[in-house]
């Protein structure tokens, strides 16, 4: 399996912009999460789905922030618009049923300027 | 005061050196995981936990659940090890893992 992929690695855009972030989860696993990384806050939970329906969306920072769900091998997470502070590393990450584990994908930086 | 809290924040150690970082947290868990993230690099998960002590390689991880307390061993640490280690818990609440700010580990050769 190639783990969890997100798209793209890295997005440069211009404050007021929409953005888009991407996951595939690995296959079979029932629950998405999406992290944010900070410097000054670590990572933080966003939000996260159990097949495929938004659970806890708590750590999302403002009605900016949407994500969704469409079926089991795709997430999206949007900002719209975008602002300087929203730049961070956005980690995807995917559990399989009946386990603890979490699986991290490589991160989306985005830098918002 | 923070749910995780990771004690040291930064360690800087001699290669061969045997490393011991903590973790303490104050909710009710069903398991501690201790992350590893290399500069600019992805998450890796080393353990997951919920109760005694796992070994993998030179890498060892302890839980004591009364005491609230994790810790994360690294006998005969290498340049390799150089990193930043995270302690997550995952609350018996539900599925969300909260994370402790992390301890970032230099080894010197």
């Known amino acids: 399996d190639a783990g969890v992929i997100q798209s793209p690695r890295h997005e440069v855009t211009e404050m007021g912009q929409e953005v888009t972030l991407r996951c595939k989860p690995i296959?079979?696993?029932?629950?998405l999460f999406w992290y944010r990384q900070t410097m000054m806050r670590g990572l933080e939970l966003l939000i996260y789905f159990n097949n495929n329906v938004p659970i806890d969306d708590s750590g999302m920072p403002e009605d900016r922030f949407s994500a969704k769900m469409p079926n089991a091998s795709f997430s999206t997470l949007k900002i719209q618009p975008s602002e300087p502070r929203d730049s961070a590393v956005y980690f995807c990450a995917s559990k399989p049923p009946n386990s603890y584990e979490q699986y991290f994908g490589p991160g989306t930086r985005l830098t918002v300027t | 005061k923070n749910e995780v809290e990771q004690s040291p924040q930064n360690l800087t150690a001699q290669e061969g050196e045997f490393i011991t970082i903590n973790c303490s947290y104050s909710v009710g868990i069903s398991a501690l995981h201790w992350l590893q993230q290399h500069p600019g690099g992805g998450i890796v998960s080393l353990f997951m936990l919920s109760s005694g002590k796992k070994k993998h390689g030179r890498l060892i991880a302890t839980i004591n659940i009364q005491e609230k307390h994790s810790s994360l061993h690294i006998t005969a640490s290498h340049p390799r090890d150089s990193a930043v280690y995270i302690c997550a818990v995952l609350e018996t609440s539900g599925s969300r893992l909260t994370f402790g700010e992390g301890t970032q580990l230099t080894v010197n050769p």
């Open positions: 296959s079979g696993h029932d629950y």
